[in-house]
Nanobody
Framework: QVQLVESGGGLVQAGGSLKLSCAAS????????TRWWRQYGGDLRELVAE???????TYLYSVKGRFTISRDNAKNTVSLEMNSLKTEDTATYYC?????WGKGTLVTVSS
């Protein structure tokens, strides 16, 4: 059974940092691209960052230089380190690979 489980969300002040983790199981993690998305309220879900099986990364323009996505194939995890957080980063963050999604972790950035 494929599972993606996010963790690491919480409440942080603007300018602070959080590190999200996504633990994957039930498929060959190391051969797939993995993405972090976010969604605030009823807004469309937006792609925040992606890491390929080879380690190449891409980012949403508004998080470039502040967020870093990384993967640990030995632990089947993908992380999203978020620095210099802004109130507009407030959202539920989801991990995704292929057609599989986690349930999300809430990040709230207060002013």
């Amino acid at each position: 059974q494929v599972q993606l489980v996010e963790s690491g969300g919480g409440l942080v002040q603007a300018g602070g940092s959080l590190k999200l983790s996504c633990a994957a199981s039930g498929y060959i993690f190391r051969t797939t691209n993995t993405r972090w998305w976010r969604q605030y309220g009823g807004d469309l879900r937006e792609l925040v960052a992606e890491i390929s099986s080879g380690g190449e990364t891409t980012y949403l323009y508004s998080v470039k230089g502040r967020f870093t996505i990384s993967r640990d194939n030995a632990k089947n995890t993908v992380s999203l380190e978020m620095n210099s957080l802004k109130t507009e980063d407030t959202a539920t963050y989801y991990c995704n690979s292929k057609t599989y999604w986690g349930k999300g972790t809430l990040v709230t950035v207060s002013s």
